[in-house]
């Protein structure tokens, strides 16, 4: 009797025992849902105890060096698909940086904006809301899920890749190697125009400023003005906002040009130059009067014949007396006047 007691003891003992391990098993499953760990059905085994086997790349990577020393196998074919290819492994092990991804779908850079909208990702375990990704049905099982959905918690880490326009190339979540895909915000700038404005009082000298728009996450650095008059490029002057203007007097003519700096998410920089920010110069210069020689007038004179010598009449003989006769009582008043003069002086 003694003995049946005791068995019956004990068995109520291991009894006690499955159930206080059951408690703790769901109570820790419980802890594990609301850290943001979904449970989920087994699908591909996943390496290590402690690895999801949501995991596309088993337990993730915690640096950019780390997840490309982790891609072997099927998985640089599944990166590839989602814009990480071989070529771009040391891009991404210098240039990621370290992002957020929201349950409300969004995906934050290192800056804390929103460059990502609407994320979804792939992993291998098919949730009640995921899809079936066809797209790498050849190379493994995948399923698709909103982050709405599949995320428990904000800010888990995001190792992000961007492009030289600054637009996410790559993005996968650190914790398992799931690849991110999204609305992708674009960043970037755009010259409109050189504006030039002719300096008044100033022969030959322009004021230059720029009409620019820029969009995303682009920020201007600066507004280099160059010109080249046959010499080569040359710097007119560098200026922080496109209304800043900058001034040159030109003694050939000369192509004026603005070069812009942005800023891009990724910690990049792009140099912007555009046609439409192109203007040709001419350079005015002094018309030389042509000296013309002195008109010099030249008065016309008539050649006037000379006058022939007067005529006198002819009368015959008797005409030629008179005129003897004439001539010689000329002669005579002239004597008697001169005779007069004289016998006064003497006297």
Not at 23 to 44: D, E, Q, R, W, Y
Not at 102 to 120: C, E, I, S, T
Not at 259 to 287: F, H, M
């Amino acid at each position: 009797m003694k003995i049946i007691t005791r068995l019956n003891i004990l068995a109520g003992q291991a009894v006690w025992r499955r159930f206080t391990a059951g408690l703790l098993a769901f109570a820790l499953a419980g802890v594990l849902a609301a850290a943001g760990f979904a449970a989920s059905p087994p699908n591909v085994a996943a390496d290590g105890p402690d690895c999801d086997p949501n995991d596309v790349m088993p337990c993730g990577a915690s640096s950019a060096h780390e997840f490309i020393s982790k891609i072997t196998g099927e998985l640089s074919s599944v990166y590839a698909h989602f814009g990480l290819s071989a070529s771009d492994y040391d891009d991404f092990k210098g240039k990621a940086v370290l992002g957020k991804a929201k349950k409300n779908g969004d995906v934050l850079d290192d800056k804390g904006r929103v460059v990502m909208k609407h994320a979804w990702s792939i992993g291998r375990t098919h949730f009640p809301y995921a899809e079936p990704y066809e797209p790498l049905s050849g190379i493994g099982e995948f399923f698709k899920s909103s982050h709405t959905d599949v995320l428990k918690q904000d800010d888990l880490d995001v190792l992000i890749l961007f492009d030289k326009e600054g637009t996410v190339k790559f993005a996968a979540l650190t914790s398992c190697g799931n690849p991110i895909q999204a609305k992708k915000i674009k960043s970037g700038a755009k010259c409109k125009d050189l504006i030039k404005e002719e300096v008044k009082d100033k022969k030959n000298t322009y004021r230059f400023t720029t009409d620019a728009h820029k969009f995303g996450f682009a920020e201007f650095i600066k507004f280099d003005y160059f010109f080249d008059d046959g010499g080569g490029k040359q710097l007119i002057g560098t200026t922080e906002r496109p209304d800043e203007p900058v001034e040159k007097t030109f003694e050939k003519d000369a192509k004026v040009w603005v070069e812009i700096t942005i800023s891009l998410p990724g910690n990049q920089e792009k140099v912007i130059v555009d046609e439409a920010c192109v203007k040709e110069i001419k350079v005015k210069r002094e018309e030389k009067k042509e000296e013309k020689p002195p008109v010099v007038k030249v008065l016309s004179v008539k050649e006037e014949k000379p006058a022939p010598p007067a005529k006198l009449p002819v009368t015959g003989p008797a005409s030629l007396a008179g005129l003897f006769a004439g001539v010689t009582t000329a002669g005579a008043v002239g004597h008697h006047l001169y005779a007069t003069y004289r016998n006064r002086k003497r006297q």
